[in-house]
């Protein structure tokens, strides 16, 4: 494994995954979590992740496909912030 924090193929929660989570996201979310906190998300993440497969969030339209991948490679390779 790899300790170089900028190396291409390990996403950053700041840059690569919370910009993901729109105003309304984060806004309409915060009774249950906080979408734009690394840590909540981090403690949330499988439930956040069957939502985005299954479609049900958000709540307006599903995302697509390479969002959603984009979200299981930052889960799977242990990203820090
Ligand atoms: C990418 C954006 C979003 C994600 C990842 C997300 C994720 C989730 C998750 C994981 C739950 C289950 C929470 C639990 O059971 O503790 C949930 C519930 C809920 N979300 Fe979201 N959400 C998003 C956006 C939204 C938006 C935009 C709305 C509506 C404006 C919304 C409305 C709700 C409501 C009403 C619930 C409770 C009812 C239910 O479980 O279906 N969410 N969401």
Redesign the pocket.
């Given at each position: 494994m790899t300790s170089q924090p900028d190396s291409p193929q390990r996403l950053s929660f700041e840059r690569d995954v919370r910009p993901?989570?729109?105003e309304?996201?984060h806004?309409?979310?915060l009774k249950?979590?906080d979408?734009w906190s690394y840590s909540d998300v981090r403690a949330?993440q499988d439930?956040?992740l069957?939502?985005?497969r299954n479609g049900?969030?958000?709540?307006?339209g599903a995302?697509p496909p390479e969002h959603v991948a984009v979200f299981e490679h930052w889960m799977a390779d242990g990203s820090a912030p």
């Open positions: 993901m989570f729109r309304k996201d806004d309409s979310m249950a979590f979408l949330h439930a956040i069957a939502r985005l049900t969030m958000p709540c307006d995302w």
